[in-house]
């Protein structure tokens, strides 16, 4: 059975830094993409990221590069996503996906159960 | 950047009947394009991909269809369980760059 689960919900200060988890199991990590999705309190759906296990790839969408950083250890099969300095706008909950085809296509058909991160004074 | 417009914002639908909610991207995006839904307190569910390909375990009752810009998610006879939010999204597999709509919501009239 394939599996993602995220590591737990997170109270963060303003400035503070963050690195959440993605664990994969019940099939080949390192032959699937793995994303980051975030949503915001009350709103929609936002495509963070994606990495390639096998070889480090990862791709951003313009809204968040250079303000995360997603990364992977193949040898543990687990992804991350992570913050250098955490604002209040960084609420939200963040999901960890992976694609219904292994060369990144179908859309999402695995996501963990999701982070809340929380960013307060 | 790929832009996913979803119409309409909130659709009030009776149980039994039928409801169709609408996709549009502001280029085209062929065949690649997902449907979710989303219940309050849960993580997204995939229903469609492909544009019409239904995703495993997913009643036939959802179905989708469209193709390059015009998109449409259709739920023949609605059932108490399918009022949620439902998401599109498109998808592009090189470089993969994924765009999701802002979300209709489902509503019992």
């Known amino acids: 059975e394939v599996q993602l689960v995220q590591s737990g919900a997170e109270v963060k200060k303003p400035g503070e830094s963050l690195k959440i988890s993605c664990k994969g199991s019940g099939y080949s990590f390192t032959s699937y993409w793995i994303g980051w999705v975030r949503q915001m309190p009350g709103k929609g759906l936002e495509w963070m990221g994606i990495i390639y296990p096998g070889d480090s790839d990862t791709r951003y969408s313009p809204s968040f590069q250079g303000q995360v950083t997603i990364s992977a250890d193949k040898s543990i099969s687990t992804a991350y996503l992570q913050w250098s300095s955490l604002k209040a706008s960084d609420t939200a909950m963040y999901y960890c996906?992976?694609?219904?085809?292994?060369?990144?296509?179908?859309?999402?058909?695995?996501w963990g159960q999701g982070t809340l991160v929380t960013v307060s004074s | 950047e790929i832009v996913m417009t979803q119409s309409p914002a909130t659709l009030s639908v009776s149980p039994g009947e039928r409801a169709t909610l609408s996709c549009r991207a502001s280029?085209?995006?062929?065949?690649?394009l997902a449907w979710y839904q989303q219940k309050p307190g849960q993580a997204p569910r995939l229903l469609i991909y492909g544009a019409s390909t239904r995703a495993t375990g997913i009643p036939a009752r959802f179905s989708g269809s469209g193709s390059g810009t015009e998109f449409t998610l259709t739920i023949s006879s609605l059932q108490s369980e399918d009022f949620a939010v439902y998401y599109c999204?498109?998808?592009?597999?090189?470089?993969?760059?994924?765009?999701f709509g802002q979300g209709t919501k489902l509503e019992i009239k």
């Open positions: 999204q498109q998808y592009n597999n090189w470089p993969p760059t994924y765009t």
């Open positions: 996906v992976r694609p219904v085809i292994a060369a990144a296509e179908g859309g999402f058909d695995y």
């Open positions: 280029q085209s995006v062929s065949s690649n």
